[in-house]
């Protein structure tokens, strides 16, 4: 993946796809994200009518993250860097560590992850994400 990260934006948007994978504490974080950071999700199966976060909204979701998920995974598949704005694609997967819905704790959730980036002084002042998951059953 070397060379998909010569812009440092890119450097930027891969470390922390990799520190939310390991489910990062919020100080590491904090690393990465402008504090105006505003996170939109758009529709999907597991947020139907989408939703907005600001920073610390997105912080605590990642917090419940850690009791949902037993691990996760981001793979960037491709990274392109205009300015201030870095597109990514990915792929996702995490193991359930809890039942959601109907699925039991170590079903394990997969998803295509369009995820568009804007910086701010190196840092991610807007994300926004358009998760296409696998069926969940």
Not at 11 to 38: D, G, K, Q
Not at 43 to 69: C, I, K, M, Q, W
Not at 74 to 83: I, R
Not at 103 to 115: E, N, S, T
Request: charged share 25%.
């Amino acid at each position: 993946m070397a060379h998909i990260e010569e812009h440092p934006n890119v450097r930027t948007a891969v470390s922390y796809h990799e520190a939310v994978a390991r489910l990062a504490e919020p100080a590491e974080l904090m690393e990465f994200l402008h504090p105006e950071m505003v996170h939109t999700q758009l529709p999907n199966v597991l947020f139907p009518d989408g939703l907005v976060r600001g920073l610390a909204e997105s912080l605590e979701a990642l917090g419940r993250a850690r009791t949902l998920l037993a691990d996760q995974r981001y793979e960037v598949l491709t990274a392109v860097a205009s300015g201030d704005h870095v597109a990514l694609e990915v792929t996702w997967s995490g193991t359930l560590a809890a039942p959601l819905g109907d699925l039991k704790a170590g079903h394990v959730l997969r998803a295509r992850i369009a995820v568009f980036l804007e910086f701010r002084d190196g840092k991610i002042v807007a994300q926004r994400n358009y998760d296409c998951y696998e069926r969940l059953t």
